[in-house]
DNA sequence: AACTCGGGGCA
DNA sequence: TGCCCAGAGTT
């Protein structure tokens, strides 16, 4: 495979993935900052279908931070029974809705560095949240991201972070949350890891990864 | 950098 | 059956 140009279309790419997603945007079901910041906890190597059938339940039984509190591990984890990695979601959900309780008088606060420090919370979920409820531009890097502006050679490396700051510098600030959300439902729909579907991909004329991939077999 | 957690949906 | 799912924490 060639190595990655020095210089993309950007403009062009960005304009594409906006033209084939207008309606991008996040899938999970949540009417405010708690509620996105659970389902987003809940979300690592879960479906989002999976975790709306979930959270329906469980924020009609518990919709604040103070009715958790209370819960031991074992019952949350069978709140939340259906998802992934459920066991470390239960005791971090736990955690982080004693910390929303104790520290933040039952809110979500607002700034990195606090969501950061909630236990389940990381650089990807703080960014969604930000990004989903505090309209604060945020660009969330997940696999899916990762994978696909990097096949569209917008970023060059391996790490979310780095990744992150290379699109901050491409993407118009506005722009952020919406690219976000289109690079991923571009990730899910034709740029799959494994098998890409190239051929219906409206992007091939732009993309490095997809130029290399015809013929190369 | 390499594990570990992990059940459910879908081809 | 195998592969995938809008990651984070620990070693």
């Known amino acids: 495979m060639k190595p990655k140009p020095k210089r993309v279309a950007t403009k062009k790419i960005l304009a594409l993935l906006s033209q084939m997603y207008p309606d991008a945007h996040c899938e999970l079901d949540f009417r405010n900052p708690f509620e996105l910041l659970i389902a987003t906890i809940l979300s690592a190597q879960s479906t989002d279908k999976q975790v709306n059938i979930v959270t329906k339940g469980l924020f009609a039984k518990y919709p604040h931070p103070q009715n958790y509190i209370d819960l031991t591990e074992e019952e949350l984890a069978e709140e939340i029974r259906g998802l992934g990695l459920y066991r470390n979601k239960s005791r971090n959900i736990l955690q982080t809705c004693k910390i929303l309780t104790s520290q933040y008088g039952g809110e979500v606060p607002t700034n990195r560095a606090a969501l950061e420090s909630l236990p389940g919370v990381g650089r990807k ?79 091939l004329p732009l993309c490095w990864y997809g130029k290399n991939q015809v013929g190369s077999h």
């Open 125 to 203: 979920t703080a960014n969604v949240v930000l990004s989903n409820a505090f309209d604060v531009p945020a660009l969330a890097v997940d696999t899916h991201v990762l994978r696909v502006s990097n096949r569209l050679a917008l970023a060059d490396s391996d790490n979310p972070l780095e990744v992150e700051k290379q699109l901050n510098h491409k993407v118009p600030r506005k722009d952020w949350t919406d690219t976000h959300h289109q690079l991923i439902w571009h990730g899910r729909r034709i740029c799959s890891a494994r098998k890409p579907k190239c051929e219906r991909c409206d992007l």
